[in-house]
Nanobody
Framework: QVQLVESGGGLVQAGGSLRLSCATSGRTFSDYVMGWFRQAPGKEREFVAS???????FYANSVKGRFTISRDNAKNTVYLQMNSLKPEDTAVYYC?????????????????WGQGTQVTVSS
């Protein structure tokens, strides 16, 4: 079992930045690919970014060049640095863990989820 707790969401103006954190506990952090997803009202949950134990990353086209995912394996924590935020980035952001060695972009592949943190970008 893995527990995930997100933090760092909030209200920011367009063009601003936020950094989300996801602290994990439970099973060995290195066993998991970590991902960030988001869900806006009335929309399906969508993939944002993912990172393997060794640091390989993959991003959705909509955030590429603006968002950076990273992980601190010593702290069992994954981060999402979000720059140049746009109103369309407004959503609840979820951290997820996938017991795999390759990056998956489907939410169905992820085994554990955090409770989510709200990010609101005003225009």
């Amino acid at each position: 079992q893995v527990q995930l707790v997100e933090s760092g969401g909030g209200l920011v103006q367009a063009g601003g930045s936020l950094r989300l954190s996801c602290a994990t506990s439970g099973r060995t952090f290195s066993d998991y690919v970590m991902g960030w997803f988001r869900q806006a009202p009335g929309k399906e949950r969508e993939f944002v970014a993912s990172i393997t134990w060794s640091g390989s990353t993959f991003y959705a086209n909509s955030v590429k060049g603006r968002f950076t995912i990273s992980r601190d394996n010593a702290k069992n924590t994954v981060y999402l640095q979000m720059n140049s935020l746009k109103p369309e980035d407004t959503a609840v952001y979820y951290c997820a863990a996938d017991r795999a060695y390759i990056i998956e972009i489907s939410a169905r592949e992820y085994d554990y989820w955090g409770q989510g943190t709200q990010v609101t970008v005003s225009s």
